[in-house]
């Protein structure tokens, strides 16, 4: 940090916050340091040892809005990437070191990215999450090659176990410095002393146990990368890269036998600007050329177009949900497939006009004929319908009102449906009928529902409607009538 343009160049600048009624210091900067400062110190102690220092106001939620942004940008590094406290990354590298020229280079990039965001970072990179911490915490940090983990790690004070202060000032007394002071002792001494937890702690931190991080992102079933030696910033350059991340992913998915039904293209740029876009299909696929389609629709549909700055350095195609997808053959005499054919339109016009204005039919968990389907996504997967009988007679409209619209009857009994009926000012002759189907209310959502008796009638010029009616006879309102749908 540095301080405003008008403090003298030299004035170390600290951040306070209130404890326990007092004004103390949470952060200092090196200057702040070198002159004796430390967190914990009250400010009016800091300023009668040295009075030329400025305080701000500190702001953990402005660091860790900071701290998510650079997590965001280093997702260039690795899909698998998780905070570490409030001032600290993990990087879970695995697989990805040869993307950037080795490990050595790749600390390197980190650090020279870091300091190109206005930050002072330092880095460690070994075999486990745990080592890698206690490492740039409280050693040399870099690149500690494989299978020197144990050696660098038991160098490290017993700080580097980060334990209560009660806990580490009785190791210090007992003459344990460092770590492989607490290696060489007795496991089952020290977990009888201090606890299962400490002596998991100190495995995880020598690299004897290893425990996977947690990433912010869920890992996705197939990453693909490529990191370009130069930027690019043309329309065609983009298209031409995002096509060969395409044609790799799709042969990982075959390989797998799985298609893809979420794919997402990341575009690194150079000012570590991030821009994300996805695209759906509505069955699992791992055709490249349709894949490649639904990216272009959607780039050229961006109300917010694809801009690369001072160009991309990074691009990364995410497979973000897969599943199992076999071969299967269409006919023996081949021809196309007409289900495909009108998934792939549907795909096209969600990544063409926004995935909330191409909607289907979903089946829904009730009996009450409104609330048994809803409209959702077409990318989503498709909806599990039951299979009618063949030549069986619908017994549900397709089209239906909502609300249900009030009809005025005349019936020869009571329980009997309607011989005649009025709607919308038209008197309707009743031919034939048939029912009733009786649906109970949800009492769970509507204690006071009330009992539908439906009947399918057809009128005298062939017109069949869906009656209903809403209550009992011998209950203490009488009976209404609706229409609730017309069948075609």
């Known amino acids: 940090m540095s301080p405003s343009s008008g403090a003298p160049a030299e004035t170390p600048v600290v951040l306070v916050e209130t404890v326990k009624g007092a004004l103390r210091l949470t952060a200092c900067e090196p200057a702040a340091l070198k002159l004796g400062l430390s967190v914990g110190m009250t400010l009016a102690d800091a300023r009668a040892r040295t ?111 980060e334990l209560a202060a009660a806990d580490q000032q009785a190791l210090l007394r007992a003459g344990l410095k460092t770590l492989a002071d607490l290696d060489d002792r007795p496991r089952a001494a020290l977990r009888a002393r201090f606890g299962a937890a400490m002596t998991a702690r100190l495995d995880r931190t020598l690299g004897l146990e290893d425990v996977r991080i947690t990433p912010v992102r869920p890992p996705d079933p197939c990453v693909v990368d490529l990191v370009l030696a130069e930027p690019i910033t043309g329309t065609e350059e983009v298209e031409r890269v995002l096509s060969d991340l395409i044609d790799m992913a799709v042969a990982r998915l075959e390989r797998t036998g799985e298609g893809g039904r979420v794919f997402e293209a990341a575009f690194f740029r150079v000012d570590g600007r991030t821009r994300r876009i996805a695209v759906r299909t509505g069955r699992p696929s791992r055709n490249a050329a349709a894949i490649k389609r639904l990216f272009q629709e959607r780039m050229a549909a961006l109300a917010n177009p694809l801009d690369p700055g001072f160009g991309f350095d990074q691009l990364r195609l995410s497979v973000r949900v897969a599943e199992r997808l076999p071969y299967a053959q269409v006919g023996l005499e081949g021809g196309s497939d007409r289900s495909a ?111 539908r008796d439906y009947y399918r009638v057809e009128d005298r010029q062939g017109r069949r409607f869906w009656l209903f009616r809403q209550g009992l006879y011998g209950e203490a309102d009488e009976p209404r009538w609706f229409i609730h749908g017309l069948f075609a």
């Open 51 to 161: 009075p030329r220092i400025r305080s701000l106001i500190h702001r953990p939620e402005k660091d860790a809005g900071l701290l998510r942004r650079v997590l965001a940008d280093f997702d260039r590094f690795t899909p698998m990437a998780a905070l570490e406290g409030p001032d600290g990354l993990m990087l879970d590298v695995t697989g990805c070191a040869h993307l950037f020229g080795g490990e050595d280079t790749m600390l390197k990039t980190v650090l020279d990215r870091s300091g190109r965001l206005g930050l002072q970072a330092r880095a460690a990179m070994a075999g486990t999450p745990q080592a890698a911490r206690a490492l740039v915490r409280f050693g040399a940090g870099g690149v500690i090659p494989e299978g020197l983990d144990l050696p660098a790690a038991r160098r490290l004070p017993v700080a580097a176990l």
């Open 341 to 451: 054919d009108l998934d792939g339109l549907v795909d096209r016009l969600a990544a063409r006009l926004g995935e909330a204005s191409v909607l289907r039919f979903e089946p829904r968990d009730s009996h009450l004929p409104e609330r048994a389907m809803g409209l959702v996504a077409a990318s989503r997967a498709q909806p599990d319908w039951p299979d009618p009988e063949p030549d069986e007679v619908p017994t549900r409209p397709l089209r239906m009102f909502d609300p249900p619209q009030p009809i005025e009857t005349l019936a020869l009994a009571p329980d009997s449906p309607p011989r005649r009926f009025r709607w919308r000012r038209v008197m309707h002759e009743v031919a034939r009928a048939e029912g009733p189907e009786r649906i109970a209310p949800e009492w769970w959502r509507e204690p006071d529902g009330r009992t």
